[in-house]
């Protein structure tokens, strides 16, 4: 069983910046890509940003030219950088993890709490 560990969420001012990190127990060079989403209560699930095995990465809209996804294959870690956040960043933002064997299997974190407010 994947375990990802994900670390970083916490309470920021409008504008500031916030790293967030995920740790996988094993190689996240298994997976064909791992990504952040995001999901407010009472919203459907958004794809925040996500990064391919081969190092493509791809953002959703509303987070283009804001946050950066970075990963580091040795420490097993992907990192989703934020910066200008805004109130409307707010929310519950979850790690996956995409392995591929006959089917996708989707692995996700326990998720870590963005919350931006003056």
């Known amino acids: 069983q994947v375990r990802l560990v994900e670390s970083g969420g916490g309470l920021v001012q409008p504008g500031g910046s916030l790293t967030l990190s995920c740790t996988a127990s094993e190689s996240i060079s298994n997976f064909i890509a791992m990504g952040w989403y995001r999901q407010a209560r009472g919203k459907e699930r958004e794809l925040v940003a996500l990064?391919?095995?081969?190092?493509?990465?791809r953002y959703g809209d509303s987070v283009k030219g804001r946050f950066s996804i970075s990963r580091d294959v040795p420490d097993n870690t992907v990192y989703l950088f934020m910066s200008n956040l805004q109130h409307e960043d707010t929310d519950v933002y979850s790690c996956?993890?995409?392995?591929?064997?006959?089917?996708?299997?989707?692995?996700w974190g326990q998720g870590t709490q963005v919350t931006v407010s003056s």
């Open positions: 996956n993890a995409k392995y591929v064997l006959d089917a996708t299997i989707d692995y």
């Open positions: 990064i391919t095995d081969d190092g493509q990465t």
